[in-house]
């Protein structure tokens, strides 16, 4: 039942790591579009140097890029190590560390919660101009 466990684990880490790189790539593919039709829509204007920088795009991009390395790192990582240590390592990890993980956690949730609302407040922003 334990080993059970240990599998279950292990598989369901590598199948979350997957679909989150999936959607990093999915995130990087997007912004390329977004700065191709940017850069499309900048020529046709007759002075192209005064707009600002589409840095929003920029951000999504290397939020994606960020994305896809983590989640790469975490998949070497996961096929490195035998199905058994993986599991028992994050088991005793929270086991131990169990008030530390929530934090860092709580943590991360919150800063990208507010990465995605100053990202939005900018792009609605000009609208409200």
Do not use: E
């Not at 997007?30 to 046709?44: A, R």
């Not at 088991?91 to 169990?98: E, G, L, T, V």
């Not at 995605?116 to 922003?125: E, K, N, R, T, Y």
């Amino acid at each position: 039942m334990r080993r059970s466990g240990r599998y279950c684990l292990y598989n369901t880490l590598r199948v979350v790591n997957v679909v989150v790189n999936i959607f990093g790539m999915i995130i990087i593919i997007y912004s390329l579009w977004l700065l191709k039709k940017w850069f499309d829509g900048v020529s046709n204007l007759p002075s192209p140097s005064n707009l600002p920088r589409p840095w929003f795009i920029n951000v999504c991009l290397g939020v994606g890029i960020a994305v896809c390395l983590s989640t790469l790192s975490g998949h070497m990582v996961a096929n490195c190590i035998s199905k058994s240590i993986l599991g028992v390592q994050i088991i005793r990890y929270i086991d131990d560390n169990h008030k530390g993980f929530r934090s860092f956690l709580l943590f991360h949730i919150v800063v990208c919660r507010l990465i995605g609302i100053v990202v939005l407040v900018a792009q609605v922003f000009p609208l409200f101009l």
